[in-house]
């Protein structure tokens, strides 16, 4: 079986030459300006066509393994190759023969040259990119220098965020647009008419106890005697109802907020709620729905307004370290306008809270401001200028 490589007229729709490699093509590249076809087959041979004599003019074999990227430089003198077993060489095109080579502990995957042939870039399996320094002023035949990289992303330098750097969420706009209209769309839906929808729900008969207790008195007449029976069952269920609260295990919500508040590191809540759609967190969040708004207590005796406790310090963390900016000015709007806003406002406990918030919320914003106001004088100044 024949591997055929076909050159095509673009303008006429005609086959003008066909060539019989012997072995599938994995890479093709094209130099422009001397016209030359470079193809890396399956056998690890290189081979270069001539578009214009429509001949093979060059055979380069030395590889081991598959091939996996070529490049030519700018002027069409250097073909360099990359390949699986390791290997990095510069082919000579016009003396057909191999100039140089390095090997590298992981294999190359691409490798792009600058216009300049003084720099190339390579992508590596797994692994950081690196950049070699080709070199060719003592001679005509150039060299390569690898140019060595600390990993970064293992240092913990590297990890911590430039002063004053504000940073975005990168979610779709219209995720963390939909939270802050999320009261909007609500009220559309129910402007929309339904069908058949039942005005009240349905009211369960009432039915007679099947005996009626009774006591006898004096004059021989049934007295029916009120039983408290009724009552403590509902007090016994009341109790078992408040017990399977207290046994219902936490939502992933409530643990992530929670494990990531002792850490003092919210980035793992922060990616969970990023995850989430807009109707999704908005039911996590009303499912903290403070039932009695009015009860003075702080949360050290009242483990409902724990969960918001730790929210309002999730808000001002994210807020005072500039993380997701437009995501979490978003998920606080909805949290204290839609949802919550009034329960703090009747909570003394969780005031002194929200004021830390305002005060952060404040200076962040004064910094974001000032960054819009320089961006906005360069973009006039640039616009208004003529060059």
């Keep these: 079986m024949y591997i055929l490589s076909e050159v095509w007229d673009f303008k006429g729709r005609g086959l003008k030459s066909r060539w019989e490699i012997g072995c599938a093509v994995v890479k093709i590249v094209y130099h422009r300006s001397n ?28 590889h081991i393994d598959r091939v996996t990227d070529l490049c030519f430089s700018k002027d069409g003198k250097w073909l360099l190759t990359s390949s699986m077993d390791g290997t990095l060489r510069i082919w000579d095109v016009s003396l057909a023969r191999q100039i140089d080579a390095i090997h590298v502990d992981v294999s190359v995957t691409a490798l792009p040259l600058s216009p300049n042939m003084d720099v ?23 060299v390569l220098n690898p140019i060595q990289f600390k990993d970064d992303f293992q240092n913990p330098h590297f990890q911590e965020k430039i002063p004053d750097l504000v940073t975005l969420s990168l979610l779709p706009k219209s995720q963390w ?38 006591v006898p008195t004096l004059s021989g007449q049934i007295v029916f005697e009120p039983s408290d029976i009724s009552s403590e069952k509902k007090i016994a269920e009341g109790d078992k109802l408040e017990n399977r609260r207290s046994d219902l ?69 994210e807020t005072s370290c500039r993380n997701n ?5 978003s998920v606080i709007r909805l949290f204290l306008k839609n949802i919550h806003g009034e329960t703090i406002r009747r909570q003394s406990s969780l005031q002194d809270k929200a004021k830390e918030l305002l005060e952060v919320q404040y200076a962040v914003w004064q910094r974001v401001d000032k960054l819009f106001q320089s961006s906005r004088c360069m973009i006039t100044f640039l616009s208004n200028s003529q060059f």
Aim: glycine share 4%.
């Design 120 to 142: 190339l870039a390579t992508t590596h399996v797994d692994q950081m990119g690196s950049i070699c320094e080709v070199s060719h002023k003592d001679s005509e035949n150039p």
């Design 325 to 329: 900016f437009e995501f979490i000015q």
């Design 177 to 214: 647009q939909s939270l802050i209209n999320l009261d909007v769309i609500k009220n559309l839906f129910e402007l929309i008419p339904v069908r058949n929808k039942p005005i009240e729900p349905p009211k369960k008969a009432e039915k007679a106890p099947f005996f009626l207790p009774s």
């Design 249 to 317: 295990p936490h939502s992933q919500f409530l643990q992530l907020l929670q494990s990531s508040a002792e850490k003092k590191s919210f980035s793992a809540f922060t990616n969970y709620i990023k995850s989430l759609s807009s109707s999704t967190l908005d039911v996590e969040l009303r499912m903290l729905q403070i039932i009695d708004d009015g009860n003075e207590q702080g949360p050290d005796t009242r483990p409902d307004l724990f969960p918001i406790e730790l929210l309002l310090d999730y808000f001002i963390h």
């Design 35 to 62: 016209g030359l076809l470079a193809t890396a087959t399956n056998d690890f041979v290189i081979r270069l066509f001539d578009v214009v004599a429509l001949r093979m003019v060059r055979k380069f074999e030395g």
